[in-house]
Nanobody, 117 residues
Framework: QVQLVESGGGLVQAGGSLRLSCAASGRTFDVYSLGWFRQAPGKERAFVASIRWSGSTTRYADSVKDRFTISRDRSRDTLWLQMNSLKPEDTAVYYC??????????WGQGTQVTVSS
């Protein structure tokens, strides 16, 4: 089992920045990669970014490329998402997830990000 707890969400004006954190605990040594997803009102949950737990390979959704940066510190079992140049369409609940056995097996409770225009 892996437990994930997000923090850092809030209200920000368009063009501003936020940094989300995700604290991981449990069997983190079995984790293949960690990622961020988001779900806007009335929409399905969507992939935002991911990073290999061992190594530095990252992936981003086209909509956030060049604005968001995912990073992690294995010694602290922590994942971050630096979000810059935020837009109103980035408003969503953001979830941290862990990929272990071929799928995104574990999820955090989510943190709300609201970007005002």
């Amino acid at each position: 089992q892996v437990q994930l707890v997000e923090s850092g969400g809030g209200l920000v004006q368009a063009g501003g920045s936020l940094r989300l954190s995700c604290a991981a605990s449990g069997r983190t040594f079995d984790v293949y990669s960690l990622g961020w997803f988001r779900q806007a009102p009335g929409k399905e949950r969507a992939f935002v970014a991911s990073i290999r737990w061992s190594g530095s390979t990252t992936r981003y959704a086209d909509s956030v490329k060049d604005r968001f940066t995912i990073s992690r510190d294995r010694s602290r079992d922590t994942l971050w998402l630096q979000m810059n140049s935020l837009k109103p369409e980035d408003t969503a609940v953001y979830y941290c997830a862990a990929h272990q056995d071929g799928s995104w097996d574990y999820w955090g409770q989510g943190t709300q990000v609201t970007v005002s225009s």
